[in-house]
Protein backbone atom coordinates (compact mmCIF):
# COMPACT_ATOMS: atom_id res chain seq x y z
CA UNK A 1 0.00 0.00 0.00
CA UNK A 2 1.52 3.43 -1.20
CA UNK A 3 0.77 6.70 0.07
CA UNK A 4 0.69 9.25 3.28
CA UNK A 5 0.88 7.36 6.25
CA UNK A 6 -2.22 8.98 7.88
CA UNK A 7 -4.38 8.03 4.81
CA UNK A 8 -2.97 4.38 5.13
CA UNK A 9 -2.79 3.34 8.52
CA UNK A 10 -5.70 2.33 8.88
CA UNK A 11 -7.14 0.93 6.08
CA UNK A 12 -3.56 -1.30 6.18
CA UNK A 13 -4.82 -2.27 9.95
CA UNK A 14 -8.24 -3.45 8.86
CA UNK A 15 -6.75 -5.57 6.26
CA UNK A 16 -3.96 -7.15 8.97
CA UNK A 17 -7.40 -7.62 11.59
CA UNK A 18 -9.94 -9.19 8.70
CA UNK A 19 -6.49 -11.62 8.09
CA UNK A 20 -5.51 -12.10 11.85
CA UNK A 21 -9.36 -11.52 13.82
CA UNK A 22 -7.33 -12.00 17.35
CA UNK A 23 -4.73 -9.79 17.44
CA UNK A 24 -3.07 -9.55 20.66
CA UNK A 25 0.24 -7.86 20.41
CA UNK A 26 1.31 -5.26 18.26
CA UNK A 27 4.75 -4.50 17.80
CA UNK A 28 6.27 -1.27 16.27
CA UNK A 29 9.17 0.92 15.69
CA UNK A 30 8.52 4.04 17.89
CA UNK A 31 11.54 6.30 15.89
CA UNK A 32 13.53 7.89 15.52
CA UNK A 33 12.02 9.43 12.40
CA UNK A 34 9.10 11.90 11.08
CA UNK A 35 7.95 13.63 13.65
CA UNK A 36 4.27 13.30 12.03
CA UNK A 37 4.47 9.89 11.36
CA UNK A 38 5.55 9.01 15.30
CA UNK A 39 2.61 10.76 16.62
CA UNK A 40 0.69 9.00 14.55
CA UNK A 41 1.61 5.66 15.33
CA UNK A 42 1.70 6.14 18.78
CA UNK A 43 -1.85 7.64 18.76
CA UNK A 44 -2.59 4.59 16.77
CA UNK A 45 -0.86 1.94 18.97
CA UNK A 46 -2.30 3.85 22.34
CA UNK A 47 -5.92 3.76 20.58
CA UNK A 48 -5.52 -0.08 20.54
CA UNK A 49 -4.24 -0.43 23.88
CA UNK A 50 -7.35 1.23 25.20
CA UNK A 51 -10.07 -0.13 23.15
CA UNK A 52 -9.02 -3.64 22.08
CA UNK A 53 -6.59 -4.56 25.04
CA UNK A 54 -4.02 -4.93 22.28
CA UNK A 55 -0.68 -5.17 24.24
CA UNK A 56 1.73 -2.65 22.79
CA UNK A 57 5.55 -3.16 22.47
CA UNK A 58 7.86 -0.89 20.47
CA UNK A 59 11.79 -0.87 19.63
CA UNK A 60 14.46 1.61 17.89
CA UNK A 61 14.27 1.98 14.04
CA UNK A 62 18.10 1.08 15.15
CA UNK A 63 17.28 -2.38 15.34
CA UNK A 64 16.53 -2.93 12.39
CA UNK A 65 18.59 -1.15 9.87
CA UNK A 66 21.56 -2.26 10.79
CA UNK A 67 22.64 0.70 13.31
CA UNK A 68 22.66 3.02 10.77
CA UNK A 69 22.48 6.60 10.24
CA UNK A 70 18.90 7.40 10.11
CA UNK A 71 17.95 10.53 7.82
CA UNK A 72 16.23 13.36 10.86
CA UNK A 73 16.81 16.80 8.08
CA UNK A 74 18.93 18.26 5.61
CA UNK A 75 22.54 16.82 6.21
CA UNK A 76 21.75 15.79 9.50
CA UNK A 77 21.09 11.88 10.78
CA UNK A 78 20.16 10.48 13.91
CA UNK A 79 22.89 7.86 15.09
CA UNK A 80 23.16 6.13 17.96
CA UNK A 81 26.34 5.10 19.70
CA UNK A 82 26.72 3.20 23.24
CA UNK A 83 22.95 3.01 23.15
CA UNK A 84 22.55 6.82 23.56
CA UNK A 85 21.02 8.65 20.18
CA UNK A 86 21.53 11.94 19.10
CA UNK A 87 21.92 13.95 16.21
CA UNK A 88 24.98 14.52 13.99
CA UNK A 89 25.48 16.38 10.89
CA UNK A 90 27.63 14.53 7.80
CA UNK A 91 29.57 16.71 5.15
CA UNK A 92 27.34 14.98 2.54
CA UNK A 93 24.02 13.30 2.47
CA UNK A 94 24.28 9.74 3.02
CA UNK A 95 22.96 6.96 1.67
CA UNK A 96 20.41 5.50 4.10
CA UNK A 97 20.50 1.34 4.87
CA UNK A 98 17.08 -0.67 4.57
CA UNK A 99 15.14 -1.26 7.43
CA UNK A 100 14.84 -5.38 7.39
CA UNK A 101 12.71 -7.64 9.39
CA UNK A 102 13.30 -11.19 10.53
CA UNK A 103 11.03 -14.23 9.64
CA UNK A 104 10.35 -14.43 13.85
CA UNK A 105 10.77 -11.50 16.03
CA UNK A 106 13.19 -11.31 18.93
CA UNK A 107 10.77 -9.86 21.62
CA UNK A 108 14.28 -8.73 23.18
CA UNK A 109 14.70 -5.90 20.95
CA UNK A 110 10.96 -4.54 21.86
CA UNK A 111 9.76 -3.05 25.66
CA UNK A 112 6.92 -1.19 27.30
CA UNK A 113 7.98 2.20 27.21
CA UNK A 114 6.28 2.83 23.45
CA UNK A 115 6.74 6.87 23.59
CA UNK A 116 7.77 7.78 20.21
CA UNK A 117 11.66 9.34 20.24
CA UNK A 118 10.76 12.75 19.25
CA UNK A 119 15.04 13.63 19.43
CA UNK A 120 15.10 16.88 17.44
CA UNK A 121 15.94 19.92 19.31
CA UNK A 122 13.06 23.04 19.33
CA UNK A 123 14.12 25.50 16.78
Request: net charge neutral; glycine share 6%.
Amino acid sequence: MEGQLSDCLLPLFVKVCDKYPKIQTLFFINGPGSFMALKLVYIFAKTLAMTKGVEILAASGFDFNGNSPIRAYGKSYFVRKNGEIFLENFEELREEAEYTFPQILNSDYFSHSIKPLYLLPAF
